[in-house]
C-alpha cells in the first residue's frame, strides 16, 4: 500500500513540476487529452447512431 502512496506523490510532484517548468506544452497536451476525449465521444455517438437506425 505504501508504493502506491509513493508513486501517487511522485506523479503529483512530476505534473507539479512539468505546469511551472513547461506551461505552454502541458497546456498543448491537456488540449490533446480533451479534444481526444471529444474525438472519442463523437465516435461513440456516430456508432449508436448507426447501430439504432
Known amino acids: ?4 502512496k509513493v ?6 510532484a512530476f505534473v507539479v513540476f512539468y505546469l511551472f517548468t513547461r506551461p ?4 498543448a497536451a491537456v488540449t490533446g487529452v480533451f479534444d481526444g476525449i471529444l474525438a ?3 465516435q461513440l455517438a456516430t456508432f449508436f447512431s448507426n447501430v439504432l437506425t
Open 40 to 42: 472519442g465521444a463523437n
Open 24 to 27: 505552454t506544452e502541458a497546456a
Open 7 to 12: 508513486i501517487t506523490y511522485v506523479a503529483v
Open 1 to 4: 500500500m505504501q508504493v502506491k
